[in-house]
């Protein structure tokens, strides 16, 4: 049981304690049972209030006054359990009784040998500073979490830098070990599992996955040191970041796709990491280098992401080909490069907002040169079946009709395109009826 505070109701002074129950954390306030946190369910939110408690004394005010405290207190505090705070404690108990006993010994030692006592000082500090270092001392390694996955750190993510170069150059790793490593990819609550210089757990973000940096270091049990990287959620797109994001894959056989990305991560500025889990339910990693700035006819802060390479989707040579590297060039148009991909993609959607199954990388690298097809034998195929259009023009004259109008599509989906086009032919061959042989 623990002490969180005390809290007056009614005038009575009542002391607010949690108490660990199987899974589950109990808050008691005096002698009732008031609440309670189930870390595996309600992550962040550190308190249910349980009805008609305290014959309905829990007034709103005291209610506030009761979450302040256990959000004060903090969630690595309620769900530290007793016997971690006696082990805290004991080592505390070691620790002081050592020092005690190096104190005595120096009295002693002062009144018998004063003529060294600088140098008793010294020998002391020393022994002192040893204990401080061995607290303070906290390794992690991968024997302590599940990663979920890894990508090397040499992987390239631009035509100029590894992700390694790029984390280096963000202040979030350090050369020789961390940049030699790999990036590690881990649940977030798997984040409670380390522990800070202190020896205290590591608190994880409201995402659903969290980064650490594999180090090429082993610890004492032969594994890997692991640490947690400082990669903040990217709070533009949310703990839940939209679905309008576009992912070109690892696998040229896989087309772009909108996909729905778990978590984003930002690296530094608009630079980003996404995850999201896969077709098989392997978790894949994507990187962004900008985001869009809401141009004409595109939405801002949408992302074009592309996928790593990791023990999941082994393919570098595919992605590194170059309508891939026109996803991610770093010098180049900047953010107006991956606007106007948005708005090659944006062509290839329909009514749902979704991209075409036919849609290819060259489909989306910003430049309508290198687009793998654009729909004019699609579209003249479907106008041809309209009776009204077939009866008064030829396929020539159709193709000649779609392709001068598909040259000022600007940013229409595809579906609102051959609509368009469909009914302007259909005017055409109204005004021209029995102007041709009927």
């Avoid at 040499?154 to 961390?178: P, Q």
């Avoid at 180090?215 to 949310?238: C, F, M, S, W, Y």
Wanted: with cysteine; aromatic share 4%.
């Amino acid at each position: 049981m623990k002490s969180l505070g005390k809290i007056n109701v009614n005038g009575e002074e009542k002391e607010l304690h949690v108490e660990k129950d199987g899974e589950l954390y109990k808050y008691v306030l005096g002698t009732e049972i008031i609440g309670a946190y189930d870390p595996d369910v309600m992550a962040d939110t550190l308190i249910v209030f349980r009805e008609n408690t305290l014959g309905n004394e829990l007034s709103g005010q005291i209610r506030d006054e009761v979450t302040q405290i256990i959000e004060t207190v903090g969630k690595e505090e309620i769900l530290k359990t007793d016997q971690e705070k006696e082990q805290e404690e004991n080592v505390y108990d070691r620790q002081m009784g050592y020092q005690s006993t190096i104190g005595d010994k120096k009295s002693e030692s002062t009144k018998k040998k004063s003529s060294k006592e600088p140098d008793a000082k010294k020998k002391d500090a020393k022994q002192e500073e040893s204990v401080r270092g061995k607290k303070s001392k906290v390794e992690n390694t991968t024997a302590d979490i599940h990663i979920k996955q890894e990508v090397d750190m040499d992987t390239m993510v631009t035509d100029f830098d590894s992700l390694g170069e790029k984390l280096e150059k963000a202040g979030k790793i350090k050369g020789g070990d961390e940049k030699g490593g790999k990036l590690g990819i881990i649940e977030s609550d798997e984040l409670d599992n380390l522990r800070d210089e202190n020896g205290k757990p590591l608190e994880g973000h409201s995402s659903r996955y969290e980064a650490v940096v594999i180090t090429d270091k082993t610890g004492k049990d032969g594994k890997p040191i692991v640490r947690a990287l400082d990669l903040e959620n990217d709070t533009q797109d949310g703990t839940n970041p939209e679905k309008e994001n576009y992912q070109v894959s690892q696998n040229k056989n896989r087309n772009p796709k909108k996909g729905d990305v778990l978590t984003r991560l930002q690296v530094q500025g608009e630079e980003t990491i996404g995850i999201e889990k896969g077709q098989y339910g392997e978790v894949e990693v994507y990187h962004s280098q900008d985001k869009t700035i809401g141009g004409n006819g595109v939405e801002g802060n949408k992302s074009l992401d592309k996928q790593l390479e990791t023990s999941n989707s082994k393919n570098p040579v595919e992605g590194m080909d170059e309508e891939t590297q026109k996803l991610s060039q770093e010098y180049q148009d900047g953010y107006r490069s991956v606007e106007a991909s948005y708005q090659e993609a944006k062509q290839h959607e329909n009514a749902q907002e979704e991209p075409c199954e036919e849609m290819q990388q060259e489909d989306m690298d910003g430049n309508p040169n290198t687009s793998k097809h654009n729909h004019v034998d699609d579209t003249v195929a479907l106008l041809m079946k309209n009776e009204q259009i077939a009866d008064k023009f030829t396929e020539r004259e159709v193709r000649e009709m779609v392709e001068r109008a598909w040259d000022k599509k600007e940013d229409k989906t595809l579906e609102e395109f051959q609509k368009n086009i469909e009914e302007d032919i259909e005017a055409d061959a109204e005004n021209m009826r029995g102007e041709r042989g009927k």
